[in-house]
C-alpha cells in the first residue's frame, strides 16, 4: 500500500512539475491552508514541507505525521520545542542547497573586495574609473556555524587562498574543517575578522545571537554575510552599525521578515547586497530536492534507514 503523503505549499504558489515524481510512489495530498490540512491528517503519515514559509504544521500541527521532510537545510519553520521531544522523525535536504550557498558567500566576498558594484556604475556612466581593488587572499573570515552550510564555505573560501576560523557550539577538531573553536572563543576572534560569515541554524540559542556586542567587537569596516536565518542578527543593532559607516558592508541573503518589505532600511542601503533568499537555489534544485524525498520515501516505504535525519535536540525547551 502507498504511504499518503501531504506536501505543503505555500498560498498561490506555482509548483514544480517535477512533484508528480512523488505520484508514483505515494498518494499524495497538496495542501496551503488550516482546513485542507486538517483534512489531509486523518490519513496522512508522511509530510513534505515544499513551501518554507508556510507556517501550517507548528500551527495546526503534525496529527498523525510520523515523519516530515523539510526542503531547506534548516527546518526551524518545521520544528516547536513540543516537536523536539516526540518520535516524530524530521529530515532535511542536506547535499542539495550547501555548494550554491558556499559559491554565494565567495560571489559576495569577491563583489566587495572587486568593487564590482563601482564598476558597474562607472561603466553605466561611461567613466573610465581605473583604480586598485582588494584581494581576497589577504582577508581573514571568522564563519559562525560549522554545519553542513559552513563545511562547503570553508572548503571553498579555504581553496580560493582566504583564512577561515570557524566557530560553533563547542571546541573540537573536525576532519573537514580543522579546529573549530567554542562559541566562548567568539569575542576574541571578532577583532581579527576581516569578513563575519553566519551559517547557523536558527534555535532558541541562536536567534539574536550577533547582537551589538558581537557587531561592535569587530574592526571597523568589516563586512557581514548572513546565509543562515534573518532572526540570527539584531537587525536594530544591525542597521544602526550600517548606517554610523562603522561596517563596511554586508550582503543579506535572509530576513526577519520574507519577502522584505519595500520600505525596508536595506533597500536602499549602498553599503548592503540583498538577495531574496535565493543563495541554495542553483538551476535545477527543485528536481535535486525532490528526488532526495522520494529516495529518503522509497526507504521508509521499505523500513529502511532515512537519510539526512535531523537531531531535534537544540530545539528543544531549555
Known amino acids: 500500500m502507498s504511504p499518503s503523503v501531504i506536501v505543503v505549499a505555500n498560498p498561490g504558489e506555482e509548483l514544480p512539475s517535477e512533484l508528480s515524481l512523488i505520484d ?11 482546513e485542507d490540512l486538517k483534512v489531509a491528517h486523518k490519513s496522512a503519515t508522511v509530510a513534505f514541507q515544499w513551501g518554507f514559509g508556510n507556517p501550517l504544521l507548528r ?21 516547536t520545542p513540543e516537536l523536539a521531544t ?29 568593487d564590482l558594484g563601482g564598476t558597474v556604475d562607472a561603466q553605466r556612466a561611461a567613466r573610465w574609473d581605473k583604480r586598485p581593488t582588494e584581494s581576497l587572499r589577504s582577508r581573514r573570515v571568522l564563519l559562525v556555524g560549522p554545519g553542513a552550510v559552513g563545511r562547503e564555505i570553508a572548503s571553498l573560501l579555504r581553496g580560493a587562498g582566504i583564512t ?43 536567534r539574536g545571537i550577533i547582537d551589538a556586542d558581537v557587531l561592535g567587537r569587530l574592526r571597523p569596516g568589516a563586512r557581514v554575510i ?69 529516495t529518503n520515501l522509497e526507504r521508509w516505504s521499505a523500513g529502511q534507514p532515512l537519510l539526512n535525519i535531523v537531531d531535534k535536540s537544540a530545539f528543544a525547551a531549555r
Open 226 to 294: 548572513n546565509v543562515g536565518r534573518g532572526p540570527l542578527i539584531d537587525e536594530d543593532a544591525f542597521i544602526a552599525e550600517l548606517r554610523a559607516g562603522r561596517l563596511g558592508g554586508a550582503a543579506l541573503d535572509v530576513f526577519d521578515q520574507e519577502p522584505l518589505p519595500a520600505d525596508h532600511p536595506f533597500w536602499a542601503m549602498d553599503n548592503v547586497m540583498v538577495s531574496p533568499h535565493m543563495a541554495g537555489d542553483a538551476v535545477g534544485w527543485e528536481r535535486r530536492s525532490i528526488e532526495l524525498f522520494v
Open 59 to 79: 500551527t495546526v500541527g503534525m496529527g498523525g505525521i510520523q515523519w516530515v521532510h523539510a526542503n531547506s537545510v534548516g527546518v526551524d519553520a518545521i520544528v
Open 24 to 34: 508514483a510512489v505515494a498518494d499524495v495530498t497538496v495542501v496551503d491552508n488550516e
Open 86 to 114: 516526540t518520535s516524530t522523525v524530521v529530515t532535511n535536504t542536506r547535499g542539495v542547497f550547501e555548494p550554491p550557498m558556499a559559491e554565494y558567500v565567495l560571489a559576495m566576498l569577491l563583489y566587495f573586495a572587486k
Open 164 to 206: 577561515v576560523d570557524v566557530v560553533g557550539r563547542t571546541s573540537r577538531t573536525d576532519e573537514v574543517l580543522g579546529e573549530v573553536r567554542g562559541i566562548g572563543e567568539l569575542n576574541a576572534l571578532l577583532p581579527q575578522a576581516d569578513d563575519l560569515v553566519v551559517a547557523l541554524p536558527l534555535t532558541a540559542d541562536t
